[in-house]
């Protein structure tokens, strides 16, 4: 059977800004919003309640919200993260509503991926159809997907490692690109003259003004924000945008923030018992087989997956402010050699 898919682009006015785990199941006029990590951390209920007969179709809305009101779903998370997240489970054709108009024909049930913004800055979306193999098989698909894109995106990371936004040409010139273009040019002469990247980074950051992004990471860890205007100990943000990343994208970001000299991959089972910690305390100290699989793949430096990892992590920052100021907050670094985030720790405020 084929694919199954076909791209949709929805009207970037949503209440919500989806991330790169976003999965929307929509069923008529309504649908329900959920991240893959939590469908795969509670695989045991959906693999016993998903694999249901074609006859059952009708009762899929209702099956996955029952999924997710039971009390075992949300005894891992806060109270504001319950509120939080319960305002986003049932949308009363919201998402279908904001689907573009070249795209009103297409039957709108099924499963929605995220996969980034369209040129006109809208969201788009892959959209996999469920059939009569059933909305297990559909969600398979829709992971093997996931998988090819991380996998995918994992081996460019590899590739070019340590790539900046130098290698992106602006499309339309205005000042600020050409001046942009200028200091490229620049970079590329310090390149030419022998200087490391994090070098002229280091650079880059004493012309800084200081009133530039700060990064703000909550007291429990499980929020990450930059902001403009923050100042190191002031409790009010001022103009913030949270980053959102999956559980374990969070943990290993945090791991090699704690770490500003780097990290070389190769050493990355060294970290495996730093990483778990951080990891638990994200999923609130609790302990499961997925969650040591996944941290065992992630400090793997045989396997792909922290390439996977810092792709996903690069393209958080790049949606939450744009290439050009994401790079000194992306984990980078020359092949072979320390992976490291660069900016300047002083920029970093731990709430307390």
Known sequence: MGPMRKHVTVNAKMRYRPTWDSIVYVEGRRSIKVERWQIEYYADILEENLNVSYDYMD????????????????????EDERSQMLDKIIDEGEFAEHIEPMHQNVDKSGLYVYDGLDEGRHYRFARFHVGYDGLREALRRVFRFMDDR??????????????????????????????????????????????????????????????????????DIKKIYV????????????????V??????????????????GINFSYLPDYRGEL???YKKLMNYRTTAAMLRSVEDVTDPTKNSINEKCARI?????EAFGSY????????????????????????????
């Open 150 to 219: 991380d996998r995918l995106s994992g081996m460019e990371y590899a590739r070019l490692s340590n790539v900046g936004p130098s290698q992106v040409p602006p499309k339309e010139l205005t000042e600020k690109d050409v001046v942009i273009e200028q200091l490229y040019q620049h970079v590329n002469r310090l390149l030419e003259l022998g200087m490391k990247e994090g070098e002229i980074l280091t650079e880059v950051h004493k012309c800084m003004p200081p009133d530039m992004y700060y990064l703000i990471i909550s007291k």
């Open 59 to 78: 009762g899929y809305f209702d099956l996955i919200r029952k999924l997710l009101e039971q009390p075992q779903f949300w005894e891992y998370f806060s």
């Open 244 to 261: 959102k990343m999956s559980p374990l994208d969070k943990a290993v970001y945090i791991l090699f923030l704690k770490h500003p000299e």
């Open 276 to 278: 778990m910690e951080i």
């Open 227 to 242: 902001s403009r205007f923050h100042k190191i100990g002031n409790k009010k943000i001022e103009g913030y945008q949270e």
């Open 314 to 318: 690069r393209r958080a920052f790049v």
């Open 325 to 352: 100021n994401a790079e000194p907050y992306c984990i980078s670094g020359p092949r072979g050699e320390a992976k490291r985030i660069e900016l300047d720790r002083k920029y970093v405020d731990w709430v307390e």
